[in-house]
């Protein structure tokens, strides 16, 4: 019999016996494979949110066509909203990338919010105040997100109550 310790990964009887250095070394691989997970998901993520941000910055044709399509969409969502007794629902969200003052003006509520608006949010307003405004309905814009206490995404939200 020997007095000699066991070697790292050796067997104790039928199941390998880990060091504490081995078992610390495994965790950190474990942690390691978990960020780096993590990180292809945020990346993914960012580039969804570029590409998004990309296609909002650029305004859409608004034909005829397109513009019955919009209102249709937007009746047909309104609808819905009532039968569950809602009064108001969210019709758009955007990075606050797409306000020139990066949201600051609709957070604070400022005169003037809609200024700040670029691409299809500032569609979206235009459409609101041409032909929503004077059927009553109204246009809320707010923050909805706020990353690391930042404004972050800003919603559009139509109302009829």
């Known amino acids: 019999m020997t007095d000699k310790p066991a070697a790292p990964g050796a067997a104790l009887g039928d199941e390998a016996f880990m060091t504490a250095e081995d078992l610390k070394a495994y965790m950190a691989e474990v942690e390691r494979a978990r960020a780096a997970k993590d990180f292809a998901v945020m990346d993914r993520a960012e580039k969804a949110r570029a590409e998004l941000e990309k296609t909002l910055r650029e305004p859409i044709d608004l034909t005829p066509e397109k513009l019955r399509e919009i209102v249709a969409g937007l009746q047909s969502k309104m609808r819905l909203a009532a039968e569950r007794g809602e009064t108001e629902i969210m019709v758009m969200r ?3 990338s797409l306000c020139t003052d990066r949201g600051r003006a609709v957070n604070y509520a400022e005169e003037g919010w809609p200024d700040t608006l670029t691409g299809r949010p500032r ?3 235009e459409l ?3 032909h929503l405004k ?3 309905y109204r246009l809320k814009a707010m923050v ?3 990353p690391h206490g930042m404004p972050g995404d800003i919603g559009f939200f139509l109302s009829w109550a």
Do not use: G, K, L, T
């Open 94 to 96: 955007f990075p606050n």
């Open 144 to 146: 909805i997100e706020w």
């Open 123 to 125: 569609q979206a307003y």
């Open 128 to 130: 609101w105040r041409d």
């Open 134 to 136: 004077p059927s009553h």
